[in-house]
């Protein structure tokens, strides 16, 4: 069974940090292009970070350049969101995702159920 499953989220200060993981069973991340995404409550969801699955392409939001970082640990078949000076508008749900194209979209093939961050004091 193809499954992807976040981890890491919870309730931190602002300006804190966070790490979300994302495990793949059942195909390699490798070959495929991988999406965070975030839908927070009242809002549509949103792209975060995207790596293309030959890594020759990758593009973050403006809303979190600078303080997310997105990276793969190909030998664990597992993909990261480092989250850093962490905001209260960064409080959403987390999904990653994966598809077998070029390019991160809406419609991914394999998607994780989600991970809650909260950034609150």
């Known amino acids: 069974q193809l499954q992807l499953v976040e981890s890491g989220g919870g309730l931190v200060q602002p300006g804190g940090s966070l790490r979300l993981s994302c495990a793949a069973s059942?195909?390699?991340?490798?070959?495929?292009?991988i999406g965070w995404f975030r839908q927070a409550p009242g809002k549509e969801r949103e792209g975060v970070s995207c790596i293309s699955a030959s890594g020759g392409s990758s593009n973050t939001a403006d809303s979190v350049k600078g303080r997310f970082t997105f990276y793969r640990d190909h030998a664990k078949n597992m993909v990261y969101l480092q989250m850093n000076s962490l905001r209260p508008e960064d409080t959403a749900v987390y999904y990653c995702?994966?598809?077998?194209?070029?390019?991160?979209?809406?419609?991914?093939?394999?998607w994780g159920k989600g991970t809650l961050v909260t950034v609150s004091s």
């Open positions: 995702a994966a598809d077998v194209g070029p390019h991160c979209n809406y419609a991914m093939d394999y």
């Open positions: 059942g195909f390699n991340l490798d070959y495929y292009t």
